[in-house]
């Protein structure tokens, strides 16, 4: 077998609203706005990152824009939740008050013993989300909010949840590294555990690519070389892989599970490719292939405006970034 995945890396949503996207993923929700760009595959879409304070890995929720899908609901197959951890049960009174502060529905469980307490609620474009109480072995990947006392920051990423069975699941999740741990499925990769939980399919079909449908979830391999051959790998197992794309923050490859759509991607080079640390989210960064169009974009897209920039008076969002570093333009293709 290939070497084996590193974690997980990022999970990907669906936004018709950007504004509203950005608002609440950054300023209610406390994580950092990593990356302000675009949807690789268009010319003229969003694409939003937020995460920790440096955009590591795992603990990254993405969301691509498409102001003409529609709403919908997930169903038979779709990843239906992300799983964010947290660190107590006082850390879950904490995120009901400030969900109803910011006229948010949400819904403790709690009663079972089995099962660890957690949180769920809908972001406003009707992504379902899961704040669960977890000892991880992981490394807290947290982000600075004043608001919000360090206590109760998110951790990082749990898992995915899918309306899929365990069994049905299994073969995929196996060929790629996952265990089976109860009811649900374990990855111990070389940078951290990740879970992936089930729950009785629906009878409605899919909503994929609608709003409110989570698009996927990625896993780490490590260098292009890596990602490269456990594709290669992969790819022999029970669901076909794509090619590699080149996606400028890190590469990428895809297949459908049972339980929803799996990215394997590159580590990096991440969010600092062509953004210093105290810039991230503060500019409309592009790849070179799209820099001409950017006196376009910069007219006609949505504009956006950063709710916590690090940088002081580098709230604009369609400010021009600095050139990218010429020993990363050199090394490997990203995202």
């Given at each position: 077998?290939?070497?084996?995945?590193?974690?997980?890396?990022?999970?990907?949503?669906?936004?018709?609203?950007?504004?509203?996207?950005?608002?609440?993923?950054?300023?209610?929700?406390g994580l950092r706005f990593v990356k302000n760009t675009l949807n690789y595959e268009t010319t003229f879409r969003y694409h939003t990152y937020f995460g920790d304070e440096e955009g590591h890995p795992g603990?990254?929720?993405?969301?691509?824009?498409?102001?003409?899908?529609?709403?919908?609901?997930?169903?038979?197959?779709?990843?239906?939740?992300?799983?964010?951890?947290?660190?107590?049960?006082?850390?879950?009174?904490?995120?009901?008050?400030?969900?109803?502060?910011?006229?948010?529905?949400?819904?403790?469980?709690?009663?079972?013993?089995?099962?660890?307490?957690?949180?769920?609620?809908?972001?406003?474009?009707?992504?379902?989300?899961?704040?669960?109480?977890?000892?991880?072995?992981?490394?807290?990947?947290?982000?600075?909010?004043?608001?919000?006392?360090?206590?109760?920051?998110?951790l990082g990423i749990e898992g995915v949840r899918s309306y899929a069975t365990l069994e049905e699941t299994l073969p995929f999740a196996e060929h790629i590294g996952f265990k089976r741990d109860g009811d649900?499925?374990?990855?111990?990769?070389?940078?951290?555990?990740?879970?992936?939980?089930?729950?009785?399919?629906?009878?409605?079909?899919?909503?994929?690519?609608?709003?409110?449908?989570?698009?996927?979830?990625?896993?780490?391999?490590?260098?292009?070389?890596?990602?490269?051959?456990?594709?290669?790998?992969?790819?022999?197992?029970?669901?076909?892989?794509?090619?590699?794309?080149?996606?400028?923050?890190?590469?990428?490859?895809?297949?459908?599970?049972?339980?929803?759509?799996?990215?394997?991607?590159?580590?990096?080079?991440?969010?600092?490719?062509?953004?210093?640390?105290?810039?991230?989210?503060?500019?409309?960064?592009?790849?070179?292939?799209?820099?001409?169009?950017?006196?376009?974009?910069?007219?006609?897209?949505?504009?956006?405006?950063?709710?916590?920039?690090?940088?002081?008076?580098?709230?604009?969002?369609?400010?021009?970034?600095?050139?990218?570093?010429?020993?990363?333009?050199?090394?490997?293709?990203?995202?």
């Amino acid at each position: 077998m290939a070497e084996r995945l590193k974690g997980q890396h990022h999970f990907t949503g669906v936004t018709a609203d950007v504004r509203t996207n950005v608002d609440f993923w950054c300023r209610v929700m406390g994580l950092r706005f990593v990356k302000n760009t675009l949807n690789y595959e268009t010319t003229f879409r969003y694409h939003t990152y937020f995460g920790d304070e440096e955009g590591h890995p795992g603990s990254v929720v993405t969301f691509l824009e498409f102001r003409e899908a529609p709403p919908g609901v997930p169903g038979k197959g779709d990843i239906h939740r992300l799983v964010l951890r947290v660190g107590s049960y006082d850390t879950l009174e904490f995120w009901m008050d400030r969900l109803i502060a910011n006229e948010t529905f949400s819904e403790m469980l709690r009663l079972d013993p089995t099962q660890p307490d957690s949180l769920v609620f809908h972001d406003p474009e009707g992504h379902e989300v899961e704040l669960m109480v977890v000892e991880s072995p992981n490394a807290p990947l947290v982000a600075e909010a004043d608001d919000i006392p360090a206590e109760h920051r998110i951790l990082g990423i749990e898992g995915v949840r899918s309306y899929a069975t365990l069994e049905e699941t299994l073969p995929f999740a196996e060929h790629i590294g996952f265990k089976r741990d109860g009811d649900h499925l374990t990855l111990e990769g070389t940078a951290g555990e990740s879970r992936w939980y089930f729950s009785p399919p629906p009878e409605r079909e899919s909503g994929d690519m609608h709003v409110g449908v989570w698009h996927h979830i990625a896993y780490g391999a490590g260098s292009q070389e890596e990602l490269q051959a456990f594709r290669d790998y992969a790819n022999t197992g029970p669901a076909p892989y794509t090619r590699v794309f080149d996606h400028y923050f890190f590469d990428s490859c895809y297949a459908m599970s049972p339980g929803g759509r799996v990215e394997i991607c590159t580590s990096g080079p991440g969010f600092q490719l062509d953004e210093a640390l105290e810039d991230l989210g503060d500019h409309l960064c592009l790849s070179k292939r799209i820099e001409p169009l950017r006196a376009k974009l910069e007219r006609e897209l949505t504009p956006i405006v950063n709710p916590r920039p690090r940088a002081k008076g580098n709230g604009a969002a369609l400010r021009r970034p600095r050139a990218r570093r010429a020993a990363v333009a050199d090394g490997a293709a990203a995202r």
